[in-house]
């Protein structure tokens, strides 16, 4: 890794679609100074049902754009490239990666939940991960891990508000509540774009956002390196999809306004 970064340079963030947007919102507000890019890949959407090959060539493609950018760092703001390539990828650039799942789950942890529940994409909940990076801290946690396939659809589709929405979400509600958690991590970053309705069903308190927890902990790492950026303005932000850029301005709304469409970018 290069010592002497210089910390003008922007920190990347991606996803799927606009989930991603759930921890950036966070992590603007509590760090406005830095310059930053966020890429929405909404060409390869939804990435819960794809396979390990796949998602790796969509997070090399992506990583290798960021790449030409100069970045300092990259925040993989999607639970599923975390569970599925970050172990394969995080070696492969000079730049700091920072996963969602592997950079929460030891604060999580910390609290030796008796039972905690997780609702996540296909992919997340097939990869365990959750489980072992829970038990790792607290072996006693038992880890209740629901698959949710339809829910990245609401959100990028604007479907929040419909009545399949409402009955999907009912039923993987009471489906968890059925193992008593005293948590429930929402584990795909598209999913507290739900909080609204699922609280229909269970007191929002219940649910863990992870992106709260992430964004301290990059925060914290860009400290410790010394590469936070000590600008005084506002810092820079730019963004890109690989599709649909104003479904992208709509859909985003729920967490974040964007002022210009994304630039469409082929990658
Ligand atoms: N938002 C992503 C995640 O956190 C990806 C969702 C998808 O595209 O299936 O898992």
Redesign the pocket.
Known sequence: MNKEINKNLPIGFF???V??LSVYSKFVKLLPNENTIYFGDLKN????NKSKNDLLMFARKILDFFKTQNVKAVVIA???SSAIVYETVKNEYDFEIYPIIQSCTKVISSYNYEIIGVF??SA?IKSDIYEKEIQKYSPKTKVIQLACPNW?NFVENKTIESKECLLDTKFQIETMLKHNPQKIILG???FPYLTKILSNFVSKDIFIDPADIFVEYIKNSLCEKSILNDNKTNGRKEFYVSASPQNFVESAKVFYELQTLPKLIEL
């Open positions: 996803d799927s679609g989930g991603g959407i939804p990435y819960g999607c639970n599923t996540a994409t997340t990245v795909c970053t598209h």
